[in-house]
């Protein structure tokens, strides 16, 4: 204990006797930090938060972390880096630096941040040195993000809407096959009314007198009969196809109007700001930080000096 307060005496003591070149030289650095901060590049950031929408939830993925995928994706980045030609603005050419790639998608990602809120929604920050640009960058994102949600949805909506039309023609040739087979029998064995006709024969099989008709009209019955259950079974075939037929044509009505809708995926919760207060750099934190860590390396070299002056004596 006694080592510890000895220890804590002779720490004061160094500090109090360099106390005034200490602070001196910690006030010298943080007014140079001051003035530093006037050469320094102003940044001014950006913030929007949007909401999905039109977005159908699923067991994998929420809503806002779907639309979360689609504002982080390459896609994005690459369209807007075309669009503002970031490449140039940020100072690289991916032709003449190694890396160059990678580097843009580091300076991409400190200058454009996405996140999720608390609230199941997107907040959106970018920085740049002017604060129209990162406004309109800010937007530009948004609607990329909205473009290429469309485009992914319409080959989704239109590989099913193929689909479900080739399984139409599919569908409608088929009955048409069957209906053609039908009028094929019906012309060949004259039958008008399947029901009607298969009465006058059951009723002409036999005459009044209660005998049999002759083996040549029973013949002729049978081979109607046969003819009349043959065209029961395809009418049943067709009735299946025409079920098959108005559930399908259903959902292909519906993938129709899909393809061609101009919904918006997002709605707008704060839309991108305009600030006119820099964020970087914030002076009176460069300042602080400076004079703070100045006075910790300037009293840490009296130590050292005290402590090797003491060896030397001894």
Not at 167 to 182: F, G, M, P, Q, R
Request: net charge positive; hydrophobic share 40%.
């Amino acid at each position: 204990m006694e080592n510890n307060q000895i220890d804590l005496k002779k720490l004061l003591s160094v500090l109090i006797k360099n106390i005034k070149w200490i602070t001196a030289t910690s006030l010298l650095a943080a007014i140079l930090a001051f003035i530093t901060t006037f050469f320094l590049k102003e940044k001014y950031k950006s913030i929007s938060v949007i909401f999905p929408a039109n977005i159908a939830e699923n067991f994998n993925a929420s809503a806002n972390e779907e639309l979360m995928q689609y504002l982080i994706s390459n896609d994005v980045k690459k369209k807007v880096a075309a669009k503002f030609n970031l490449y140039k603005r940020y100072g690289i050419d991916t032709l003449k630096i190694k890396g160059g790639n990678a580097l843009f998608d580091y300076e991409f990602s400190e200058r454009v941040k996405i996140s999720s809120t608390l609230y199941r929604s997107s907040e959106i920050s970018v920085i740049d040195e002017d604060p129209i640009f990162a406004r309109d960058l800010n937007y530009a994102i948004i609607e990329e993000t909205n473009n290429l949600i469309k485009t992914r949805k319409f080959e989704i909506v239109n590989s099913y809407y193929l689909n479900a039309e080739s399984t139409i023609k599919t569908e409608l040739n088929e009955i048409d096959s069957l209906k053609s087979a039908a009028k094929i029998i019906r012309t060949k064995y004259n039958i008008i009314d399947e029901k009607s006709q298969a009465k006058y024969i059951a009723k002409n099989m036999y005459s009044s007198s209660g005998k049999s008709s002759s083996p040549e009209l029973v013949e002729q019955a049978k081979l109607l009969s046969e003819k009349i259950d043959e065209l029961g079974i395809i009418n049943s075939q067709i009735k299946a196809h025409l079920k098959v037929y108005q559930e399908i044509k259903i959902q292909h009505d519906k993938y129709l109007l899909d393809r061609f809708n101009n919904n918006n995926y997002f709605s707008y919760v704060t839309k991108p700001s305009l600030s006119d207060k820099r964020c970087y750099p914030i002076r009176s934190l460069f300042v602080a930080l400076t004079f703070l860590s100045v006075f910790i390396f300037s009293y840490l070299v009296a130590l050292i000096k005290a402590t090797n002056k003491k060896q030397g004596v001894s």
